[in-house]
Structures are given as structure tokens and as C-alpha cells.
């Protein structure tokens, strides 16, 4: 199979599979054990922990070790909103976050907050102009994602995170998830105040997260129990997803080969646009490892099933709205034209690919559309 499917997940890497083995066999006790095993457990807890913070750059930061970035993006929309509801309550985001935070943010106007979504533009990019009118007094926190899962689109993070620190106390957090070991982002200088990381996307293990954050703050809880996590995540914490999050963390960022990345979106892009009835989608502004393109006329589930017929796994434009038949809220929110909108996938790169997996792409897309053409839509005629 050839798995164009990484912004959904990845596949782990062997490294990371025999590290998650290793640790469960030689440090599966309790890390809140006072014994002798479970200071050795919790010692490669905090190792982990520390390693984590130095790939981020914020060695003065926490980590709150999560099931993902599900998990994470809750904590950090509930939990920072919650903690911080007596400077007020003004919530800033956008219309294309993932649900984890549109959701969470949803619950908090239940609560009694209120929450700007901010729009975004055709190539699927919010304007800082528009940021800097919703900022007020009482805006406490600000969550804005920095490559979006669906069409990879980037958000200009740190002259968000400036305008942020000149104008506000606002914490100001970043779902990471799709950008971490493709675009530099770290929690220092012009960066975020906390993030959020999920390792399967990295070629890590699924299950396993974090929220991070570069100086000592931490979210109000939003589970209760025994108080691990510094009383922020109660539950018995997993070892062994946490250091193979170190693992995959480290090694991404080390050795992800953006420039192959760059080079496959270009040939791609070159090739799908011989073809007028296709477009890119956030052509000018998407991140190395998405390519989002759309046909006129035509379901993208036509397309994702000719392709894996043919062997190719991509899908429509996101694992979590692809089983639905709405039209996904990153597509609404660009105001893709109604002839494309049900039209439109997502092909993303990992480390496994190869160049001859490009090739063969290019092949089927032609197939693809020599049968299109040969009458089964009108818009290919
Ligand atoms: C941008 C973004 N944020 C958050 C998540 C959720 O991460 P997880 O699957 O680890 O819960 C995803 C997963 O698709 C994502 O793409």
C-alpha cells in the first residue's frame, strides 16, 4: 500500500515501537510509588519530560502528559479559560480550528463566556488585523492552530503571539498537532505560551499527548482523581506512552526531511494542474507535508475509492469529518466554490514515502482522469 494519509496518522517507527516495548517490560511500576521501581520509573517520566521541554525550548516550562491532542486541546480551552474566568471572560479563536477546540470552546459559551471565531480568507489564512480588533481587556485566552489538518493552510503565529504579549495578560495557545517537525515552533522568544503536540502524528504511538507550556502555568483540571500531573491530569500516567512521545518528538524534529516534503507538494502541484477542472486548495500558503486539491463536479469519495483500487491511500479532507456527508467547516469557512466543495482531498506526506510513490500518484491521478473524461461527468467532457 502506498499511505498518503499522515495528517490522519502515521505509521509508528520501529524505533518507537521498541522503545514502547522495552518500557513496558523493565518500567511498568506505578511512577507514584514511593519502592525503588517506581522511582526508576518516575525518574524516566521526568527525563522524558525534560527532553520534551528542550526540543521546545522551554526548559523553565510543564508538560502535562495526555491520551493526545484531543485530550490536550480540551485541557487547554477549558482548563486555561476556567482558571483565568476572573480576569474575564473573552475567548478568541477561529473558524477552522479542529473540533477538539471548537467544541471545548462551544461548551465555554454554554458556560457563560464569550467566543470570537475569527474567519479566514480563500487560501484558508485568519488576518491579524482582524485579531487585533477582537482583543479586549477581558480577552483571557487565545487559541489559534498553526497548520490546519484539512487543507494545511499556516496561521501567522508569531506576529499573533506579539500582538498578543504587547496587548493583553492572554494566555496564548497553539495547536501544534500538524506543524510540529514541518514548521519551526517552539515556545520561546515570539512563540505561544502553551501547545499542543499529538504522537501519532510523528510517527509516535496513538493514545498519547501533551500540552506543554513555557513557564510554570498550568490549566484548571478538567478530570478529578488522585491529583498525578501536578493535580492538572489525574490518572496513573503511562511510561511508556510518554517516553516513546520523547522518542518520537526528538527524532522528528531531527530527522524529518522537510526539503522532500517541498519537493513532492511542488512536482504534485505541477502535475494535478494540467488539469483546469482541478484546483489547490490554500495553494499559496499550506504546509510542506498537505496537499489539499479539489475536483469540480465530482465526490472526493469517487476519488479516494479509484485510488485505492489502484493502491493509494489519501482521503477527503479530514479522517474525522470523512465518514459524514456535510461539507467540512474548514471548506464552508474558505468559501470553496459550490462546484468544488464535495469535490476536494487530501494527499499528506510522512517519512515513509518515496519519490517512486510520487510517480505512481501521478499515474493514477492521469488515469483518474482519462475515465472522468471519457464521460462520467459532464465537467470533464
Ligand atoms: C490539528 C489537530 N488537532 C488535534 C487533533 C486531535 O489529535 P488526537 O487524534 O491525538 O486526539 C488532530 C487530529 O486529527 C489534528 O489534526
Known amino acids: 500500500m502506498i499511505y498518503f494519509d499522515n495528517s490522519a496518522t502515521t505509521e509508528p517507527s520501529e524505533e518507537v515501537l521498541t522503545s514502547f516495548v522495552e518500557v513496558n517490560k523493565r518500567f511498568f511500576a506505578n511512577p507514584a510509588s514511593l519502592h525503588l521501581a517506581g522511582r ?56 477552522i480550528e479542529h473540533p477538539s477546540i471548537i467544541e471545548a470552546a462551544k461548551q465555554l459559551e454554554l458556560e457563560g463566556f464569550e ?55 492572554a494566555i496564548f495557545h497553539v495547536d501544534a498537532v500538524q506543524s510540529f517537525g514541518k514548521l519551526p515552533i ?57 517516553a516513546t512521545l520523547a522518542r518520537a518528538m526528538r527524532m522528528v524534529a531531527e530527522r524529518t526531511n522537510v526539503a522532500a516534503y517541498e519537493r513532492w507538494r511542488k512536482q504534485l502541484i505541477a502535475h494535478v494542474e494540467q488539469v483546469p477542472e482541478v484546483k489547490i486548495v490554500a495553494k499559496e500558503t499550506s504546509a510542506p507535508h498537505i496537499l489539499s486539491i479539489a475536483f469540480k463536479g465530482i465526490k472526493g469519495e469517487v ?38 466543495k464535495d469535490g476536494v482531498i487530501r494527499i499528506s506526506f510522512g517519512e515513509f514515502n518515496t519519490d517512486e510513490q510520487m510517480t505512481q500518484f501521478k499515474k493514477v491521478f492521469m488515469d483518474f482522469i482519462h475515465l472522468l473524461k471519457r464521460g462520467k461527468s459532464n465537467d470533464f467532457k
Open 186 to 242: 517552539t515556545l520561546t522568544g515570539d512563540g505561544p505560551d502553551a501547545m499542543t503536540i499529538s504522537a501519532h502524528k510523528i510517527h509516535g504511538l496513538k493514545g498519547s499527548g501533551a500540552l506543554i507550556t513555557r513557564a510554570q502555568i498550568t490549566p484548571e483540571a478538567i478530570n478529578y482523581g488522585g491529583g498525578q500531573e501536578e493535580g492538572v491530569r489525574s490518572g496513573t500516567v503511562s511510561t511508556s506512552h510518554a
Open 115 to 169: 467566543v470570537d471565531y475569527l474567519p479566514v480568507n480563500r487560501e484558508g489564512v485568519i488576518a491579524i488585523e482582524a485579531l487585533a480588533e477582537k482583543l479586549r481587556d477581558d480577552t483571557i485566552l487565545v487559541s489559534v492552530m498553526h497548520v490546519n489538518n484539512e487543507i494545511g493552510s499556516i496561521q501567522p503565529i508569531e506576529a499573533c503571539s506579539q500582538l498578543i504579549r504587547e496587548r493583553t495578560r
Open 303 to 340: 476519488a479516494v475509492n479509484f485510488f485505492q483500487k489502484n493502491n493509494i491511500t489519501i482521503s477527503t479532507s479530514s479522517a474525522c469529518s470523512s465518514k459524514s456527508n456535510d461539507v467540512s467547516h474548514v471548506i464552508e469557512a474558505i468559501q470553496l466554490e459550490e462546484q468544488f
Open 40 to 95: 526508576q520509573v518516575d525518574a524516566l517520566l521526568e527525563k522524558s519530560r525534560e527532553q520534551i521541554l528542550n526540543i521546545v525550548k522551554a526548559p523553565e516550562g510543564i508538560v502535562t502528559y495526555t491520551s493526545g491532542g484531543t485530550e490536550a486541546n480540551n485541557l487547554a480551552i477549558l482548563g486555561f479559560a476556567r482558571k483565568f474566568k476572573h480576569r474575564g471572560k473573552h475567548i478568541i479563536t477561529t473558524k
